[in-house]
């Protein structure tokens, strides 16, 4: 065994304004929000194995998912 097998992914993404240290960071506009993307994997019995966040400027950040639907 390895480690911690992944088992279920919960991800928030939502919008806010930036902190200045942010706005300088991503060279932002002024009143451009940025988008916050919040990702948390879990094993079968809910330890987490991973803690992601990123922040975007809105106007250049998309997103995309598929997912496979189980039988």
Known sequence: MQGLEPDYITEMVFARMPTPEEREE???????????????????????????RGVHAASRFSWSYTFHIPD
């Open 26 to 52: 991503l060279a932002l506009p002024a009143g451009e929000p940025v988008m916050i993307l919040r990702r948390e994997t879990y094993t079968a019995e809910g330890a987490i194995v991973e803690y992601a």
